[in-house]
């Protein structure tokens, strides 16, 4: 897990595996979960509302030595909308990244550098939102960073305009 990127990626599936293997984390939108773990280590942090929350339980069932593991035989139909890219432009959604893999930073590494290192990210990334004409999305994820500077948590609750 990449703390000072402010990334959580999963590992690589081995080649030709048809076996079971370890990963990083597994997303939220196909996954299964011991009951008797979930009491062990908590269901998902409601701090995040939404983006996050599934890297997040990830990270406290490693730390509490448990393996999240990938079946290669297993399969899921996960809908995406056509238009995700689009709607990763969008404000709530710019909002949530930003803040949230600030928030996890903070919460799960609390060091300076990776804290300064995702601050800095998400300057270059709100900077190309302008850029590319998005200034409300950039708007957005700006108040999202300064969120998580100050602690606000859960569902994001816009100032009027």
């Known amino acids: 897990m990449g703390l000072v990127s402010g990334t959580v990626k999963p590992w690589l599936r081995p080649r030709l595996c048809d076996e079971p293997y370890p990963t990083g984390y597994v997303t939220a939108c196909a996954v299964l979960y011991r009951s008797s773990i979930l009491r062990h280590v908590g269901l998902f942090d409601e701090d995040y509302f939404m983006y996050y929350e599934d890297s997040d339980l990830g990270y406290r069932l490693r730390a509490a030595g448990y393996k999240s593991v990938i079946h290669p035989r297993a399969g899921a139909l996960h809908h995406v909308p056509r238009d995700l890219?689009?709607?990763?432009?969008?404000?709530?959604?710019?909002?949530?990244l930003h803040r949230n893999r600030l928030l996890f930073a903070r919460k799960r590494s609390g060091s300076d550098a990776a804290i300064s290192a995702i601050i800095f990210r998400s300057i270059l990334e709100l900077l190309i939102a302008v850029a590319k004409g998005n200034p409300g999305g950039a708007w957005a994820g700006w108040q999202?960073?300064?969120d998580a500077l100050r602690g606000v948590v859960g569902r994001w609750r816009r100032s009027p305009a």
């Open 85 to 96: 890219g689009r709607r990763q432009l969008q404000p709530h959604f710019l909002y949530y």
């Open 144 to 146: 999202g960073c300064w």
